[in-house]
């Protein structure tokens, strides 16, 4: 069966401070890795995303790293603000579908 | 542009009871997603359309589930006898096109059932 693991559950980090969150996968047969931010009572919004022939991607604040040999992958949300606060999933596509496997989810908040 | 929006916003029914929740996706977005997602977790997938045809549905719980395209935009999912256990965040999605094109999220159904 095809799972994303998801950690931590939760995160509280200072303002100005770098939030990580890490992923693994248990499948080598996912082509398509994107990070997704969700608000409470709102739907997912994408992100950032990454294909696994790409080591790591930056946009703004926020970078993805991709480790291919370990089935890893996370997100790093530098000078964290109070907006940040939200939950974060990450999820991947099978080849061949268009069907994202999310995690279980992370909660950060981040205090002024 | 308009995003994709859901209707009802929320819905409380009791089990054994039929419901519909709709979905209107982005203008001119061929595929269209449905999602369920409960308290803490994160969205589980439950069908796909391409147009107006299931492309695949193998995330459907069971029979009870169903959902249709008629023609190629507004999406209903359709649950026949609903349980307590189908209580969720059903949430739809639609993308521009196949291979990994964004998908962009509705704000979801609240579904209850008591």
């Known amino acids: 069966q095809q799972q994303v693991k998801q950690s931590p559950q939760s995160l509280i980090v200072q303002k100005g401070g770098i939030s990580i969150i890490n992923c693994a996968y248990e499948?080598?047969?996912?082509?398509?890795f994107p990070w997704y931010q969700q608000f409470p009572g709102k739907g997912p919004a994408l992100l950032i995303a990454?294909?696994?022939?790409?080591s790591e991607k930056k946009e703004g604040r926020f970078t993805i790293s991709f480790n291919k040999s370990a089935k890893q992958f996370s997100l790093h949300i530098m000078d964290s603000q109070p907006g940040d606060s939200a939950t974060y999933f990450c999820?991947?596509?099978?080849?061949?579908?268009?069907?994202?496997?999310f995690g279980t989810g992370t909660r950060l908040q981040v205090f002024p | 542009g308009a995003g994709v929006s859901q209707t009802p916003s929320n819905k409380v029914t009791e089990k054994g009871k039929y419901v519909e929740l709709r979905c209107d996706p982005i203008?001119?977005?061929?595929?269209l997603y449905w999602y369920r997602q409960s308290l803490g977790q994160g969205p589980e997938f439950l069908i796909y359309?391409?147009?107006?045809?299931?492309?695949?549905d193998s995330g459907l719980p069971n029979d009870r589930f169903f959902a249709v395209r008629p023609e190629g935009s507004v999406s209903t999912l359709k649950i026949q006898r609903t349980e307590r256990g189908d209580s969720a965040v059903y949430l739809c999605?639609?993308?521009?096109?196949?291979?990994?094109?964004?998908?962009?999220f509705g704000p979801g159904t609240r579904l209850t059932v008591l």
């Open positions: 999605a639609s993308s521009s096109d196949r291979q990994n094109n964004e998908q962009f």
């Open positions: 499948n080598t047969a996912f082509d398509y």
């Open positions: 990454i294909r696994p022939d790409v």
């Open positions: 999820a991947a596509i099978p080849y061949n579908t268009d069907k994202l496997i």
């Open positions: 203008s001119g977005h061929t595929a």
């Open positions: 359309f391409q147009g107006t045809g299931a492309a695949d």
